[in-house]
């Protein structure tokens, strides 16, 4: 792994990837032509294109232009093989919340991380509904088979802050003809499906932490132009914060409010971040954010900011190390059930570097300020927020650090060495 000197110029982050996930699978609900801009041609939201081609919706893919002919919900047709999700939860989750009300039978696989990744969140209240799953352990793990069928709405209390769970019911709760589904959770997590729901001609009711869709509403197809993902961006926001003399610019970052902790924690820290506002599409708002080298210090982040930051937390226990005094991350034990279990996995390579970070229960505790002095070999463990982070690590460490299973990050960002390489100052 290269370090750096410092950073500076800019580079335009690619598109989210929830966002990229739902405007594929909604247009392939719709009807008529969604053309997608900016789409996010990650390993994940491709194994969302194929899958849905194997359910016989034309979906053509250039780059990050994407067009998906939609023929309706009622158009999608059984899949002759299985339906192979490869590393994406959000794949997974929310295509069981549409194959729940379809009537053919479906089976989904995925790589060995999905194979450990609870399901039972999902399946309970889809079987709930009236859908038919079986898989590993109660329908718990993959290979999981479903049969949907004819569904009733259904009032959730969910007991997680989870976009993917709220999501695959609304999804299921549109396929309940007249039928009201109501989701309440214990935190607001991401909205994207609320938003682009309505961006297909839907109508979502949100009343605090509630979320309510009348079954039947059929959807529209939309032109989606894709911000730059918020989690890639927070791999560069932190690089920028933490290597000397830097400056970046990172363009066209979604700023959607269920997204920006870890602007609101870098601010809190003490970062030099400004914010450009750009507009907003299909009801998502962007902005280029510029952030410089900074005095950081400690902080304690917790309770409904998790939420809004929980893919970030690697990175930030990365920021962190390099911040005055403590950081105390609790009320995270959703990164046990993470690509990995993100407290053993960042504690663990961090601490490879000459970090000092003890796990807790529900997060971690990471002493600053630390020098990330030693050689080191550290791996991504197959998780492509591990490898970005380590790699952002190196950029700091005065020793050499060797990474291995990089090749995991290209399941949300396959430029990510490119733009790396394009700021480093040599
Ligand atoms: C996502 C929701 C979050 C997030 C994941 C993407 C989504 O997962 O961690 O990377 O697109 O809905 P949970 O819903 O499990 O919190």
Do not use: W
């Amino acid at each position: 792994m290269r370090r750096a000197k410092s950073l500076k110029g800019e580079i335009a982050i690619p598109g989210d990837k929830s966002i990229s996930h739902r405007a594929v699978m909604f247009g392939a609900l719709a009807h008529g032509e969604t053309e997608i801009e900016n789409f996010l041609a990650g390993a994940d939201c491709l194994s969302t294109i194929s899958c849905f081609r194997q359910m016989g919706v034309d979906i053509e893919q250039n780059g990050t232009k994407v067009r998906v002919s939609g023929k309706g919900i009622d158009a999608l047709t059984e899949p002759e093989g299985i339906l192979d999700v490869g590393n994406s939860g959000t794949t997974t989750r929310l295509m069981l919340g549409i194959l729940a009300g379809r009537t053919f039978h479906a089976c989904i696989i995925g790589d060995e991380s999905i194979a450990k990744r609870p399901m039972t969140r999902v399946t309970n209240p889809l079987k709930n509904m009236g859908a038919s799953i079986d898989g590993r352990q109660d329908g718990n793990f993959t290979p999981i088979s479903i049969r949907g069928g004819k569904l009733k709405g259904i009032e959730y209390q969910s007991p997680v802050a989870s976009a993917q769970v709220k999501s695959a019911i609304l999804l299921a709760g549109l396929q309940a003809h007249n039928e009201k589904t109501k989701v309440t959770e214990p935190h607001k997590s991401r909205d994207h499906t609320e938003r682009m729901l309505r961006a297909f001609g839907a109508e979502v009711k949100e009343e605090g932490l509630s979320v309510e869709i009348t079954g039947g509403q059929s959807l529209k197809a939309a032109s989606i132009q894709v911000p730059g993902d918020i989690s890639s961006a927070a791999f560069f926001l932190v690089a920028g914060a933490i290597v000397p003399d830097s400056t970046i610019t990172l363009k066209n970052v979604g700023i959607n409010p269920t997204r920006i902790g870890i602007i609101e924690v870098l601010t809190k820290m003490g970062a030099k971040l400004t914010i450009e506002e750009k507009g907003t599409h299909a009801h998502e708002p962007a902005a280029d954010l510029t952030i410089s080298t900074s005095e950081l210090k400690g902080t304690t982040i917790s309770g409904d900011l998790i939420p809004r930051l929980i893919d970030e937390i690697p990175v930030i226990a990365l920021l962190a190390t390099q911040a005055e005094g403590d950081t105390i991350i609790k009320d995270a034990s959703e990164l046990k059930v993470k690509e990995t279990n993100r407290i053993d996995t960042v504690v663990q390579e961090l601490n490879k570097l000459g970090a000092v970070i003890e796990p807790t229960d529900d997060g971690m505790i990471i002493r600053g300020k630390q020098t990330l002095t030693s050689s080191a070999s550290v791996s991504s463990h197959g998780d492509h927020r591990i490898g970005m982070m380590l790699a952002i690590a190196a950029l700091i460490a005065k020793g050499d650090v060797s990474l291995s299973g990089h090749e995991a990050i290209d399941v949300s960002y396959p430029q990510f060495f490119e733009h790396l390489d394009q700021l480093a100052v040599k």
